[in-house]
């Protein structure tokens, strides 16, 4: 299985960008999938979450957007009003169980398959 995450860049603060996630060789339509992230020195972070509900950490509600198309097998992540403290490696991740506590959804060690991660950087 998988998970190729793509589409990140430099960009600038107040700026949008959409990173999507390619799981070609894998149905997690009836699964949960998810957005982690880790800055430099910093442990990885949850950033949100999809499946039997979607899931946002308070860092990023209201800004970004998570979304998935099953029939291209993609996941996305829509950011919008972009900040410095944006600037980390963005990792998908997936899991074929469908996820019912918000521990689940918002914890690294739930999720069993990862992608490689892309860099998205905010300049100031």
């Known amino acids: 299985v998988q998970l190729q995450a793509s589409g990140g860049g430099l960009v600038q603060t107040g700026d949008s960008l959409r990173v999507p996630c390619l799981h070609s060789?894998?149905?997690?339509?009836?699964?949960?999938m998810g957005w982690f992230r880790q800055a430099p020195g910093k442990e990885r972070e949850f950033v949100a979450a999809?499946?039997?509900?979607?899931y946002y950490a308070d860092s990023v509600k209201g800004r970004f957007t998570i979304s998935r198309d099953n029939a291209k097998k993609t996941l996305y992540l829509q950011m919008n009003s972009l900040r410095p403290e944006d600037t980390a490696v963005y990792y998908c991740?997936?899991?074929?169980?469908?996820?019912?506590?918000?521990?689940?959804?918002?914890?690294?060690?739930?999720?069993?398959?990862w992608g490689q991660g892309t860099q998205v950087t905010v300049s100031s």
């Open positions: 991740a997936a899991d074929d169980r469908t996820f019912r506590t918000r521990y689940q959804f918002t914890h690294a060690s739930s999720y069993y398959y």
């Open positions: 060789t894998h149905d997690f339509s009836r699964g949960t």
């Open positions: 999809d499946g039997r509900g979607t």
